[in-house]
Nanobody, 121 residues
Framework: QVQLVESGGGLVQAGGSLRLSCAAS????????MGWFRQAPGKEREFVAV????????YYQDSVKGRFTISRDIAKNVVYLQMDNLKPEDTAVYYC??????????????WGQGTQVTVSS
């Protein structure tokens, strides 16, 4: 069993930055993708970004392109989501996920507990 633990959420003003971290409890993600999703109140969970653990290739939702950057530190077994120029519409609970999925949450086997990001206007 793999545990994913997110951290780094908080309250920030519009235009500010936050960096989320997702630490995995064990190694062995070479065949996996690691994704970030978010869920705002009353809305469905939506894809934000994904990175292939071994190749490092990335893909983003259109609304975050140019503002968010997903990366991973293989030695530390951590995935990051650097969020810059944050907007109030980015407010949500952010989840990291690991598995063979891509942009759909159904493809991921492992999920973190979520971390709240609130962007004030």
């Amino acid at each position: 069993q793999v545990q994913l633990v997110e951290s780094g959420g908080g309250l920030v003003q519009a235009g500010g930055s936050l960096r989320l971290s997702c630490a995995a409890s064990r190694r062995g993600f070479s065949q996996y993708n690691m994704g970030w999703f978010r869920q705002a109140p009353g809305k469905e969970r939506e894809f934000v970004a994904v990175i292939n653990w071994s190749a490092g290739s990335t893909y983003y939702q259109d609304s975050v392109k140019g503002r968010f950057t997903i990366s991973r530190d293989i030695a530390k077994n951590v995935v990051y989501l650097q969020m810059d120029n944050l907007k109030p519409e980015d407010t949500a609970v952010y989840y990291c996920a690991g598995g063979r999925g891509s942009i759909y949450p159904q493809g991921y086997q492992y999920w973190g507990q979520g971390t709240q990001v609130t962007v004030s206007s």
